[in-house]
């Protein structure tokens, strides 16, 4: 018994010895790999009055096309780390409660961008009009005063409450030029519209979306809704 | 009457319990990184790549969706097609979740999307360009409302090319100063501006090729007196078949412009002054150059002058005039 114990322990002992020390090894399979984006954190530009050098560690090397025929390249040039490109909706229901006649309604809700790159743009669209459940009524999309009508991509002044229809004023930074005040509204476009842009870096900037209804009495009894689409991406 | 207490309790329990609470509004806050990708690869071949999706607020219901978008305008925006297009493929390799699949983020936590991306066989080569979407499903209601519904984009700008090499077609669409005066003279145009003056500079590129360049430009200005001033422009990417207004990394500031400037030279100017841009491409000896000039000079203060001149002539033949008949 005991000599089967000393056997076994030289045994187990043997092994941690031949034990080959772990290595990391390429992940994937002939057909993929897991690659990983560039060590970006010790990049950094070095410059003196006859040169300027980009430092970037990790960068892919040429020599992966040889091998595996692709180069991924993970962030913007200019900017020697990875920064998350940050999106912010207040609210996600415009909630109108009981809409009046002739008793323009206003909902509102904030847009918060925060990217370290050079520009964003924040697009919105609707799935379709204000309509009921059944789809058998509809409240329009605005044409604001009418005076000129407003349209998907320039906001006009709409202040009459004789004037009906679903649209939205945004106000803030980075707003479209075509938002003169708070005033001014566009009608919901069912592509997507660009309202706020920058060709810079942003850091928290935010704009006040409001959405305002205002029906006739002759708008049929019912519950309304869209969904409301709010899109942001980073400039390329 | 211990019996009674007891049922009120019980009572009182659930109906705490089931009672509504305030309504809140609900938060959704999308970050992502990397927020772009940029990818040269071969024909017939795939790779992975992975995007972290960070739920800063509220919990919700999500699902991810790649669409193919175009350039649009000279500033970088994009205008977006309903689906992928292209000789591209996109799948997930998440083990729970696929494209256009919904799933549960509770609050404060990430998702990895772990793309893979497919070229086809005999992929024509060139650029595609996509974006990854993680969209929020709007939330339920039974009153008339707007349901809004959070979208987060992250840019996938890829290549597809058999030798690995991606040629370069880039002229210079405009390079010009916003001038305060025009005068033409024999059929030549002389842009103006006060010695004052900011000089805003526009310098938009033309990519006429099938692959996207990321230029690297520098402005110049060199004016009598050896007056020298140059400015960095930001290597941003030029996609194929489009234009694209560079700038400098501090946002040009200028008062008297209408559109977006790439730059703006700041200074007291008198003469004639040239300016030229130098552009590169990052691992290519190809270069292009382009010039431009204007003259700074102080219109204003001439017409002034000339008014001042014209009066005080007027008056002095007033006055001689009056001499003469008294």
């Known amino acids: 018994m005991l000599k089967k114990l000393i056997n076994y322990s030289l045994l187990l002992l043997l092994l941690f010895i031949m034990v080959a020390t772990v290595r990391a090894d390429r992940m994937g399979s002939t057909n993929y790999e897991f690659l990983f984006t560039n060590l970006n954190s010790g990049g950094t530009t070095t410059s003196s009055s006859n040169y300027t050098l980009d430092i970037s560690l990790g960068q892919t090397a040429a020599k992966r096309w040889e091998e595996n025929g692709y180069i991924v390249r993970a962030g913007f040039q200019y900017i020697h780390k990875l920064y998350p490109f940050t999106f912010t909706l207040s609210d996600t229901t415009l909630d109108f409660d009981t809409l009046l006649p002739n008793t323009p309604t206003t909902r509102s ?7 370290r790159g050079q520009g964003y743009e924040v697009k919105v669209y609707e799935d379709h009009k204000l309509q009921t459940f059944d789809g058998g009524a509809w409240i329009n999309d605005t044409l604001c005063n009418n005076d000129p009508a407003c349209t998907s991509t320039q906001a006009e002044l709409w202040d009459d409450d004789s004037d009906y229809g679903f649209g939205y004023n945004v106000t803030g930074h980075d707003v479209a030029p075509d938002f003169l005040g708070t005033n001014h509204y566009r009608p919901f476009s069912t592509s997507p519209v660009t309202f706020m842009s920058s060709n810079t870096l942003a850091l928290a900037r935010q704009s006040l979306i409001k959405a305002k209804i205002n029906i006739d009495g002759a708008q049929a009894a019912g519950t309304y809704q869209t969904i409301l689409r709010f899109i942001a991406v980073p400039k390329y | 009457m211990r019996k009674q207490i007891l049922l009120i309790l019980i009572a009182l329990t659930l109906a705490g319990a089931c009672w509504p609470g305030a309504a809140a509004a609900q938060e959704i806050s999308l970050s992502v990184i990397p927020p772009q990708v940029e990818i040269i690869m071969k024909p017939n071949l795939s790779l992975i790549k992975a995007f972290n999706f960070e739920n800063l607020g509220d919990p919700g219901v999500f699902y991810f969706k790649v669409i193919s978008f175009r350039s649009s305008g000279d500033q970088g925006n994009l205008d977006f097609l309903p689906e992928a297009e292209g000789p591209v493929r996109f799948s997930l390799e998440n083990s729970d979740i696929g494209l256009e699949e919904r799933f549960f983020l509770k609050g404060k936590s990430t998702v990895q999307a772990i793309l893979k991306v497919r070229t086809i066989e005999n992929a024509p080569p060139g650029d595609y360009y996509y974006t990854l979407l993680m969209i929020s499903e709007p939330p339920s209601t039974q009153v008339s409302a707007g349901r809004g519904s959070a ?11 058999n030798d690995g090499f991606t040629s370069t077609t880039v002229k210079v669409a405009q390079f010009q100063i916003i001038p305060r005066y025009k005068f033409h003279f024999f059929g ?16 938009k590129l033309a990519n006429t090729g099938n692959y996207f360049v990321a230029p690297e430009a520098k402005v110049s200005l060199r004016g009598p007196y050896g007056i020298r001033q140059s400015k960095k422009l930001l290597p941003q990417n030029v996609l194929r078949n489009s234009q694209r207004l560079l700038t400098t990394a501090e946002p040009p500031q200028c008062e008297r412009c209408q559109t977006a400037v790439s730059a703006v030279f700041n200074g007291f100017y008198f003469g004639k002054y040239q300016l030229s841009a130098d552009i590169g491409f ?12 204007y003259w700074a000079l102080p219109i204003k203060l001439t017409r002034i002058v000339l008014g001042l001149f014209l009066a005080a002539g007027m008056l002095l033949l007033f006055l001689k005039s009056r001499h003469k008949y008294e």
Not at chain 2, 151 to 161: E, K, P, R, V
Not at chain 2, 191 to 200: K, R
């Open chain 2, 151 to 161: 979208i987060l984009g992250a840019n996938l700008l890829i290549s597809i090319t």
């Open chain 2, 188 to 203: 030549k145009t002389f842009l103006v501006i006060e010695p004052t003056d900011q000089v805003p500079v526009i310098l």
């Open chain 2, 282 to 293: 990052a691992g290519q000896n190809q270069k292009i150059f382009a010039t431009s000039e």
């Open chain 1, 109 to 115: 809700l904030t847009a918060l961008i925060s990217h």
